[in-house]
C-alpha cells in the first residue's frame, strides 16, 4: 500500500507499513513489508500503476471503489487508479506488494480479490526464492508475479490447449538459451500475453514456466560438459547468469554440482 494517493510506486517506494525487504527486476517490484497504520487511520488512496497486494499473514481486507469491505482475502489486484483502503484487521500483519509493468496486466481490468483457497500454496511457496537476491532470482521474481495474475484474473480460461502451445516449447527452448531471455519472452514468441502463457503452461504441465525454463537450461548446460570445457563457458552459452548460478540451479535439480558431475561422468 502506498503512501499518498496518486503517487507513483516506482518513484516513491513508500508505503503504509514498514519494509522489510525491496527486489526489483524486469520492471516487477516487490516490497515486503509490516503493516505499522491502525486500521481505523488508514486513508482512502490509490496509485498510477497496477498492484497486486499479497498477504503474508491473515486477516486482510479489501475495499475498492466504494464496495463494501470484502471477506479476508490473501490477494488483491488494483488497476491502475482504483481508489481503495485495502488493511489489515489488525496492526503488524506483513504484505508483500507488487508493482506490475504495463505488459502484465489488462488495461480493462477490474479489482480482484483472491480468495484463501485458490492456489495459495502454490503462491506462497514463490515468496522465498522470490525475495533472496541469486542468479534466477529475476525469473522467479516474474514467475510470482505471472502466478497471482493469472491466479485471480480467470476470465479467459479453457479447458483444452489453444493452437500456439504447440509452439509453446520451441519458444521457451529459446528463452533458456538466450542471456536474460524469460517468461515474456517465450510468451512474446508465440504471440500471446505473458499470464495467459503461464496460466496455460501450468494447466497443461503442472509446472510453472520459469521452473521449466530452468530444467531447461539445466539439460543444455549437461550436455554440453566435457571433461576440458570451462563451466563459465557452458554457463554462457546456456543462458545461465554466471557460472555460480548454474551451478545451484544444477544442484539444486539433480543433487550434484557441475564439478561433479564433469569429474565423474566426463
Same mark, same amino acid.
Given at each position: ?96 506488494? /507488487? ?27 514463490? /515468496? ?139
Amino acid at each position: 500500500m502506498h503512501a499518498g494517493k496518486g503517487l507513483n510506486p516506482d518513484r516513491s517506494g513508500n508505503y503504509f507499513g514498514s519494509a522489510v525487504h525491496r527486489r526489483m527486476a524486469g520492471g516487477i517490484g516487490l516490497t515486503l513489508s509490516r503493516a505499522t497504520v491502525a486500521p481505523g487511520d488508514l486513508p482512502e488512496h490509490g496509485h498510477d500503476e497496477a498492484h497486486c497486494v499479497l498477504a503474508v499473514d491473515a486477516g486482510y481486507q479489501s475495499r475498492a471503489n466504494d464496495d463494501d469491505p470484502a471477506a479476508s482475502s490473501f490477494a488483491v489486484y488494483n488497476p491502475p487508479g482504483t481508489e481503495h483502503r485495502d488493511r489489515f484487521v489488525a496492526t503488524g500483519g506483513r504484505f508483500l506488494a /507488487i508493482d506490475l509493468p504495463l505488459d502484465l496486466i489488462d488495461q480493462e481490468g477490474v479489482p480482484a480479490a483472491l480468495p484463501s483457497g485458490r492456489g495459495k500454496t502454490q503462491i506462497m511457496a514463490m /515468496i522465498g526464492p522470490a525475495l533472496e537476491w541469486h542468479g534466477h532470482a529475476p525469473l522467479m521474481i516474474e514467475a510470482l508475479a505471472l502466478d497471482l495474475v493469472a491466479a485471480i484474473d480467470r476470465r479467459h480460461e479453457a479447458s483444452s490447449a489453444p493452437d500456439w502451445f504447440g509452439r509453446a516449447k520451441v519458444a521457451l527452448d529459446e528463452a533458456a538459451s538466450t542471456p536474460g531471455g524469460d517468461v515474456r519472452f517465450a510468451a512474446a514468441r508465440c504471440g500471446v500475453h505473458p499470464v495467459h502463457f503461464a496460466r496455460v503452461w501450468r494447466r497443461e504441465t503442472g509446472e510453472a514456466p520459469a521452473r521449466s525454463l530452468l530444467r531447461r537450461r539445466a539439460s543444455m548446460a549437461m550436455a554440453r560438459m566435457q571433461r576440458d570445457r570451462a563451466l563459465g563457458d557452458i554457463a554462457h552459452e546456456c543462458g545461465f547468469a554466471d557460472q555460480a548460478h548454474m551451478s545451484r540451479t544444477i544442484r539444486s535439480l539433480v543433487g550434484t554440482t557441475p564439478r561433479r558431475l564433469q569429474q565423474e561422468f566426463f
